[in-house]
C-alpha cells in the first residue's frame, strides 16, 4: 500500500542479525504488525506492537517504533536460512482490523 | 489447529471467462476478509465482511468482481469476466473480532492467459 514504504531486498549471512525497516503515514496507526511470508504460501503473522509502545521482543524478534518518525523496524536476531522469506510491514486503525501492508522485503539467507 | 480453508490452490483461466474463489473461515470468527496480492506487492484489502454483511467493498472493482458471505460462514469471491489484470494471489483472512489477529489462509494463485 502506498501509505506504508519498505526496502525491497536484504541479504544476510546466516548467524548474523536482520534489520527491516518500515516506514507509514497514518498517524492514527493502532497496531503495527509484521507478517512472513514464504514462497506459495499465506501470511503467517510474526509479532505486532501496539502504537504506545516503543519496543516488544519476543524471543528471536525485535520490534522498535519511533512514533515520532513514523518508523517500524524488525530485527531477527541469529538469522538463520529458515528466515528467508518475504517480510511485510502492515498497519491498522483503532476500530479496525482492516490491514494496509507495504510491498514487502525479501529477506535471502546465505550461508 | 484450525486453519484458514481455500479452494482452488491455483486456477487458470482465459480472459473474458468466469471464476470462482471459494474461503471457509476458522470456526466462530465473525469477519471475514479477501485480500489480493498482486506479484511484487503486498496484499490489498478487496472486501471486508462483518457475519453476512459487507463492512468495506470500496476497493472491489464491482463491474466485474463479487462477493458473498449468504450465511455469515463461508465466502465466495467471483470474478466475471476475468482480464489479463487480474493475475494474482487471493487471500482470504478472518478474525474474530476488532483489533484481533488476522488468519489467513493459503491462497488461490489465479492466472489469466
Known amino acids: 500500500g502506498e501509505d506504508v514504504e519498505q526496502s525491497l531486498f536484504l541479504s544476510v549471512r546466516e548467524g548474523d542479525s536482520s534489520v527491516i525497516n518500515c516506514t507509514y503515514t497514518d498517524s492514527s496507526s493502532t497496531y503495527l504488525y509484521w507478517y512472513k511470508q514464504e514462497p506459495g504460501a499465506g501470511l503467517q503473522l510474526l509479532t505486532y506492537i501496539f502504537s504506545n509502545m516503543d519496543m516488544k521482543q519476543d524471543q528471536r524478534l525485535t520490534v522498535l517504533l519511533n512514533k515520532k518518525d513514523k518508523h517500524l523496524s524488525l530485527r531477527i536476531a541469529d538469522t538463520q536460512t529458515g528466515d528467508s522469506a518475504i517480510y511485510f510491514c502492515a498497519e491498522s486503525i483503532e476500530g479496525d482490523y482492516k490491514l494496509s501492508f507495504g510491498a514487502g522485503t525479501t529477506v535471502t539467507v546465505r550461508a | 489447529e484450525a486453519e484458514v480453508a481455500q479452494s482452488p490452490r491455483y486456477k487458470i483461466t482465459e480472459k473474458s471467462q468466469a471464476v470462482a474463489f471459494w474461503c471457509d473461515p476458522i470456526s466462530g470468527h465473525a469477519t471475514l476478509y479477501w485480500y489480493r496480492q498482486i506479484l511484487g506487492q503486498g496484499p490489498e484489502l478487496l472486501v471486508q465482511?462483518?457475519?453476512?454483511?459487507?463492512?468495506?467493498d470500496s476497493q472491489l472493482p464491482k463491474d466485474r468482481f463479487s462477493a458473498e458471505r449468504l450465511k455469515g460462514v463461508d465466502s465466495t469471491l467471483k470474478i466475471q469476466p476475468a482480464e489479463l489484470g487480474d493475475s494474482a494471489m487471493y487471500l482470504c483472512a478472518s478474525s474474530s473480532g476488532e483489533n484481533t489477529e488476522a488468519f489467513f489462509g493459503q491462497g488461490t494463485r489465479l492466472t489469466v492467459v
Open positions: 465482511f462483518q457475519d453476512e454483511s459487507v463492512v468495506d
